[in-house]
Each structure stands twice: as C-alpha cells, then as structure tokens.
C-alpha cells in the first residue's frame, strides 16, 4: 500500500501528464463523483474496499440500476466485474462524507481546487458520455 506522499506524487504525476482517465479511475473518482452529483443529480455511492484505509474504493452515482463513473455508464452488472466487486452492493452516500473523506485521504488541500476544476472541464468534454 502507497503511503499518502507517494499517493499524492502519483496523482500530481497524473495531472502533469495528463492522465485524467487515470487520475479519475484510480485515485481521484471522488472528485469526478461529486461532478456527476452536482450536474446529473443523481445519487453518489460507493464499493467498499479492503486496501483503502478509509473504505471507499470506489465512488460513483447511479441512475436506477445504471452506474455512472468516470468510464461512463454501465449496468450495475458489468460495473461490478469491471471492478472486481461481485459480492457486493454499492453502498449510498452523500456529498459530505465525501468530501470528509477527501479530506482524510490527507495530501488533496494542495490539490483539491485543481482536481475538482479538472473533473469539472473532463465532465462537459464527455458530457454525452454521461445523460
């Protein structure tokens, strides 16, 4: 498991680089799912996860059985095998306790502003990809 600095380095790794698929997919999906939240109005939730100290692995909203990300939308099936949580559900959540735990994750204050102003252009670039 990284620690927070080296997380922190790869998620600045990925904004030099421009690796928002990446950043957003791997690390910064709480950004891009709060996004979703503000400009779809749809629900956030979030699979648990056992190597992520704070429980979430992933974040993402729903509309009905269809799961939004980053990637875009897929039935809740082919969502949960394409991240690997099969026995699971994805569990509700809010834009407060994400943004708690964006928080915890300890490093985002020097790039919280930065990645949510990505999240932000990437959405309206893909905006099709989404509704």
């Not at 996004?35 to 956030?44: C, I, K, R, S």
């Not at 939308?73 to 959540?93: G, L, V, Y």
Request: proline share 3%; charged share 35%; with cysteine.
């Amino acid at each position: 498991m990284r620690t927070k600095e080296q997380f922190c380095e790869l998620m600045r790794q990925r904004i030099r680089e421009e690796n928002w698929r990446d950043l957003f997919t791997a690390g910064g999906c709480y950004f891009f799912a709060l996004v979703l939240h503000e400009e779809l109005q749809l629900p956030l939730f979030f699979y648990t996860s056992s190597h992520n100290s704070n429980g979430f692995g992933h974040v993402f909203v729903m509309r009905g059985r269809e799961c939004i990300d980053y990637d875009g939308k897929d039935s809740i099936e082919a969502f949960d095998k394409r991240h690997n949580c099969r026995d699971q559900e994805p569990q509700p959540t809010n834009p407060s306790e994400i943004k708690m735990k964006i928080k915890e994750k300890g490093c985002w204050e020097k790039l919280e502003k930065e990645i949510y102003e990505i999240a932000k252009k990437e959405f309206y670039r893909q905006r099709e990809k989404y509704v």
